[in-house]
């Protein structure tokens, strides 16, 4: 089975104090670390896993600056097969619609079977995986936590609904899923993992190299625009605890059993 | 002395001369020991490369106290009694064992240098030697059939008992020592009957015993009894050669080189390879224990060593809480392994993959590094190497459990297990009084010490308020010092002892590297780990030192001085934090550090404390670790507090400290007992003009 999976740079929420830089446009990029979006690096596991199973390739894709190659490079030591950057000035800016033409131009370039996203990135809306199947005209299932392969043609996914219940569908394939988080358990990549692809050559495809016109992609053809990022006021009855960790957790607990959560 | 009966060498049974068994017996069963020595060889010729033959001397050293001496028996009185006997024994009646077997060909043969008083100061120990050997085997027989103690059991996962085993080789002893009782003791009786002159007859000893009881038995049953006995034991004692190398009575013969090739450095870990330098492991095909015959031959000697006796396990806090950990199980289940898969005759018999099935996951990963194991073992088996030697294994094929994912990418990202910033390393100095202006080593500023804090001690609330109270110690102890600030990065103690060795390995080099740039002369350091790392693990950097060290000097020297303990009430315990006692030896600075409070009550929680301290849960990237276990490690250990009479735990490890407080809470005893570290203690009470 030929898989495709796309994933994103992101700053890593883990590891980072995000903060809203001054005048609103973005949040403080000094000293970040990045790393794989979460959900995208449980999809890659996923494709390796299924690839293992019934045999096939995995390859992983990126829309970025040439920093992107860091997170390709990443899930490739996990064990992905390829890897390809899509890296032009002309993506920069583009918004969820422009980032899943941009896929869709790399995806009509190979011939996969199943393509995966993550349900949504640390720092996006969860739009690029619905979008890129529309714009496929692929079957697409969402917020997937589980996969069965029934043959050539069909899958089976799984998706958790109310109540910690399961619900299953049939899917043709080719199609897109978009990843959930808890589908599996991703393996870990130290250093020398990643140093054992080093030397391995990532393409680099251009707007040029996957036809696409300028007038689809980047800020100017985006039909969102985000306007501002601000912390919000605490609210009517919202209170912010303050103090180190110990106070905070003694007033919490003060606060629970005086509101009766507690006893 | 004249003979009576027909010794073996020149009897005959229905024609045949004796002397034919006397010759065939022990060809055969050395031949067929070699051929099993040759077999059980085999997986270590096929096992990776250990380096362990320097340092000579202290090697032999090691083996007189250990092996020869049985140093660590004595640690449980009863069993190592009982073995101490057997062994000297053993010791003993090897010299009688060789020369019964030449004298069924040879009549009347003595060892050379044998002959006249030696000879005969000879049989007499031997004669008291058989006599206990006997009396120590009732003795066991007794312990493993009726006492039954609870070390030896075996858990039902981990397959049947081997009581069995236990009873045959005791049994075989006993027909050892019983057939040269008889064998001798019906010569005395042939001469006693005749008249002439027998051998020393020391009252009370076996042969003495058989001598008595045999004087009124005619001569022909005598002669047969003599006959009888030495093929007997000529067959039991070559049934038993053969049988050692088949289990646990291995050790009877790999003991004296399994001490000998021990591991001579504590504290430190094995190479990934032996004899592949740091820069040369970017190619190497894998890392680590993945199958059998990726251990070291030495390991594989281990494991053929390993006794069973369970002193191991029965030490062990991963066992004691009930995590998925038996030490003594990972050397019999990797034995077995090893003996199915390289067998004597019959088909080889081997599971895959070696891990998930021989040994499993959460087994490898419940260890904390703690040391008891190792520190019990009379035979000096190494488990922590191995255990670091599989996680390289598991760390390499990715499969590192998902609590440890975090702190590890983490480390790598930003050289902490929180993911916390580097610029916010040294903000635990904010708290302190201006006063005490804590110098950033580096880039302006210099001086003679540096203060290495460690992570836990940079960014854990808690823990920081240690690092405070260390640096206000060192300020009144007169130190000029300083610390690295943003520029140090984790140790990597756990790093390295997790299995992520290239992570490690780009740890050290970047402290390597701060720490040069300093230009400290000393380094002192307030966490066990780090300073096991410190010590052990890095090269070329100037010494380290524990702070309780760098205190008890500065008592001694009266730069500190202390006041009358704050509350004179309190009885206070030390726990020894492993990486501190266990494997560097310091025991004893600091409880001269917290008896130097004048006033203090200090107890010891007796039997669990020194080098037989029971870990608090474990340290650096265990706090990350979610184990299978029924209580924490901590919650057993205040326990043992509590139940030693104290109602203050002092321990010299922020790790230590973590887990202790959280086991105080977590076991209600909030109120009750209280834990503090070492330095705190002392700040508390330091005299400042």
């Known amino acids: ?263 | 002395m004249e003979h009576v009966l027909i010794s073996p060498a020149k009897a005959f049974v229905f024609g045949i001369p004796t002397v034919i068994f006397s010759l065939i017996i022990p060809l055969a069963g050395v031949a067929v020991f070699t051929y099993i020595i040759a077999l059980r060889l085999k997986p270590m010729v096929k096992a990776l490369p250990d380096h362990r033959l320097d340092r000579l001397w202290t090697r032999c050293g090691k083996m007189l106290k250990y092996a020869l001496g049985q140093y660590r028996h004595p640690r449980y009185p009863d069993a190592g009694i009982i073995h101490i006997t057997l062994f000297a024994g053993f010791v003993i009646l090897a010299l009688r064992s060789i020369t019964l077997v030449l004298l069924g060909i040879s009549d009347g043969y003595v060892l050379p240098g044998m002959s006249g008083t030696v000879g005969e100061v000879y049989m007499v120990l031997k004669d008291i030697a058989g006599t206990f050997v006997l009396i120590a085997c009732l003795a066991a027989l007794y312990r493993r059939l009726i006492i039954k103690p609870e070390r030896y059991a075996v858990p039902p996962k981990y397959g049947k008992e081997h009581t069995w085993e236990a009873v045959l080789v005791l049994l075989l002893i006993t027909g050892l020592v019983t057939c040269d009782m008889a064998f001798e003791g019906s010569e005395f009786a042939a001469q006693m009957q005749k008249g002439i002159a027998t051998g020393i007859l020391v009252p009370m000893t076996g042969t003495w015993m058989a001598a008595h009881m045999l004087t009124l038995s005619p001569m022909n049953l005598l002669q047969h009894i003599h006959l009888g006995a030495y093929y007997s034991h000529e067959l039991i004692f070559f049934f038993f050669l053969c049988f050692l190398p088949m289990g646990k009575h291995f050790h009877v013969i790999t003991s004296f080189p399994n001490v000998f090739l021990s591991k001579l450095d504590k504290g430190t870990i094995k190479p990934v390879r032996w004899g592949v330098g740091d820069e040369a492991l970017d190619d190497l095909e894998s890392f680590g224990v993945k199958n059998y015959e990726d251990f070291t031959w030495k390991h594989i000697l281990d494991f053929y060593s390993c006794v069973d006796c369970g002193r191991c396990s029965d030490n062990c806090p991963a066992n004691a809480v009930g995590r998925p950990l038996s030490p003594r199980f990972i050397s019999v289940k990797c034995r077995s392994y090893s003996f199915a898969k390289y067998p004597l005759r019959g088909k080889s018999v081997d599971v895959n993959p070696f891990i998930g099935n021989v040994l499993e996951e959460d087994e490898i990963w419940s260890c904390t590094t703690c040391g008891a194991c190792e520190q019990e073992c009379p035979v000096l088996i190494e488990y922590i190497d191995k255990i670091v030697d599989v996680r390289r294994g598991l760390v390499d094929d990715g499969m590192v459990p998902q609590s440890l994912q975090k702190p590890l990418g983490a480390l790598e990202k930003r050289g902490n297990p929180y993911g916390k910033m580097e610029k916010k390393r040294s903000e635990w100095t904010r708290d302190l009084p201006e006063k005490f202006n804590i110098k950033i080593l580096g880039k302006k500023e210099t001086a003679d010490t540096l203060y290495f804090v460690d992570s836990i001690t940079s960014y854990d609330d808690r823990i920081q308020e240690i690092g405070r109270a260390a640096a206000k110690v060192l300020f009144a102890a007169g130190i000029d010092f300083g610390i690295l600030g943003p520029d140090e990065r984790d140790s990597g103690h756990e790093v390295r002892r997790f299995g992520e060795e290239m992570l490690f390995l780009d740890l050290r080099d970047r402290n390597t590297e701060a720490i040069i740039n300093s230009g400290a002369a000393r380094i002192v350091t307030a966490d066990p780990h780090a300073f096991n790392a410190l010590a052990h693990d890095y090269k070329d950097i100037p010494p380290v030192e524990h702070i309780s060290r760098t205190i008890l000097k500065h008592l001694k020297s009266g730069d500190l001085r202390l006041k009358p303990v704050e509350n004179s009430e309190k009885i206070y315990t030390y726990h020894d934090p492993c990486y501190l006692g266990r494997h560097n030896n310091l025991y004893d600075d600091p409880r001269e550090v917290i008896d130097a409070i004048p006033g203090i009550h200090r107890v010891e929680m007796t039997g669990r404390c020194r080098d037989r301290s029971f870990c608090c849960g474990g340290g650096g990237l265990m706090l990350f670790y979610e184990p299978i276990e029924e209580k924490r490690m901590g919650q057993v250990r205040v326990e043992m507090a509590k139940d030693a009479g104290a109602n203050v735990i002092v321990t010299a490890c922020p790790f230590c400290m973590v887990n202790i407080e959280d086991a105080i809470k977590t076991s209600g005893l909030e109120g009750e007992m209280e834990a503090i570290d070492l330095v705190e203690l002392v700040e508390r009470h330091l005299i400042v003009d």
């Open chain 1, 1 to 263: 089975m030929e898989i495709l999976v796309c994933i994103k740079r992101v700053p890593d929420t883990s590891e980072n104090e995000i903060e809203v830089n001054r005048d609103g446009t973005d949040i403080e990029r000094d000293d970040l670390v990045y790393s794989v979006n979460e959900w995208d690096n449980y999809a890659v596991e996923e494709a390796i896993q299924i690839r293992d199973k019934v045999g096939g390739s995995v390859t992983v894709v990126t829309v970025g600056d040439e920093e992107g190659e860091e997170v390709v490079r990443r899930e490739m030591a996990m064990g992905a097969d390829h890897g390809i950057l899509l890296s032009d000035e002309a993506f920069s800016g583009s918004d969820g619609k422009g980032i899943a033409a941009v896929l869709k131009a790399e995806v009509e370039k190979g011939n996969y079977d199943l393509i995966l996203t993550g349900a949504q990135a640390d720092d996006g809306s969860g739009q690029v995986g619905g979008m890129l199947a529309a714009m496929l005209d692929r079957p697409y299932a969402s917020l997937v936590n589980l996969i069965e392969i029934v043959d050539e043609k069909t899958i089976k996914v799984g998706r958790e609904i109310a109540g910690g219940n399961q619900e299953m569908n049939e899917i043709d394939l080719p199609c897109v899923l978009s990843i959930q988080t808890g589908i599996n358990e991703p393996r870990y990549v130290g250093i020398r993992g990643i140093r054992k692809v080093a030397s391995l050559e990532i393409p680099v495809h251009t707007a040029e190299d996957l036809g696409i016109s300028a007038d689809v992609v980047g800020e100017s053809a985006a039909r969102t625009k985000r306007l501002d990022y601000f912390v919000a006021e605490p609210g009517e009855g919202a209170e912010i605890l303050e103090g180190s960790t110990d106070e905070i957790i003694d007033k919490l607990i003060e606060l629970l059993k005086a509101k009766g959560g507690i006893k």
